[in-house]
């Protein structure tokens, strides 16, 4: 069960949490320019705040603003070699958001599963679990370091890894609906679904093997909008935002 941080600012339900960020998150919302200044500082704005209450804190980042592995199978790209491509666009998105929070004064860390030893530090679950027990933002860059996996399967794995309290999965809806509200309008929200729900329903929010690494280590999934001013700071406090998705008994 979650462990209450309280400090004099505000309350958290959390001491350890995993932020997942889509690579979209990064990018321009008007131009669609993949790497824009102003969406990392916004994130950095953010991620400081919850640093700020004493919650430790994990990102893992997609890479999906810079370059898809389905766009290089399309062009003639093995698929092996594209998702490849695609870990290390996670790690330019990583570095760049390691950027925009140093320049707030957020002491951080980018770990990588594959070696690139230049520029960032590789995975090494002890090594990541002091920093962030010595208050280090940890930003988990190139995935899980295999192939036929997501960034949502790799922040389920660090998750369960870092001993987390719950995953936060940041989009730019306001939780899990029945269908895609954007093209349905008769869509419906769900406040709260199981792990197995959400397979069975094929809800395309995370894919199957993120669900079912977080249902085998009953590690709580919090869908929310992050673009909503604050309300990282709603989820954190326990306030109903989004949807969470359980084991159902919880």
């Not at 395309?204 to 993120?210: E, G, L, Q, S, Y």
Request: with cysteine; net charge neutral; hydrophobic share 40%.
């Amino acid at each position: 069960m979650p462990t209450e941080t309280t400090t004099s600012a505000s309350p958290s339900r959390y001491r350890r949490i995993l932020l997942k960020l889509s690579g979209e998150a990064c990018q321009n919302q008007q131009t669609g320019a993949p790497l824009d200044a102003q969406a990392f500082s916004a994130i950095a704005g953010q991620v400081k705040e919850v640093a700020s209450l004493g919650v430790q804190i994990g990102v893992v980042v997609g890479g999906g603003n810079i370059y898809r592995g389905a766009f290089g199978v399309e062009n003639g790209i093995g698929r092996t070699t594209g998702d490849h491509m695609g870990m290390l666009a996670t790690v330019i998105n990583s570095l760049a958001l390691q950027s925009a929070l140093e320049r707030l004064g957020v002491e951080t860390r980018v770990m990588t599963a594959l070696g690139i030893d230049a520029v960032a530090e590789p995975f090494i679950r002890r090594r990541a679990l002091r920093h962030l027990e010595k208050g280090r933002v940890v930003i988990f860059g190139a995935g899980t370091g295999n192939p036929y996996f997501t960034t949502d399967s790799a922040a389920a794995l660090r998750a369960s890894e870092m001993d987390c309290d719950v995953l936060f999965k940041a989009t730019k809806v306001d939780g899990v609906y029945s269908a895609d509200p954007m093209k349905d309008p008769d869509a419906t929200r769900y406040e709260r679904i199981t792990y197995q729900e959400a397979i069975d329903q094929r809800l395309r929010v995370m894919d199957t093997a993120a669900f079912s690494l977080c249902m085998e280590n009953r590690i709580p999934i919090v869908v929310f909008n992050f673009f909503k001013p604050n309300e990282i700071l709603r989820v954190l406090r326990g306030e109903p935002v989004g949807t969470l998705v359980c084991m159902g008994d919880e």
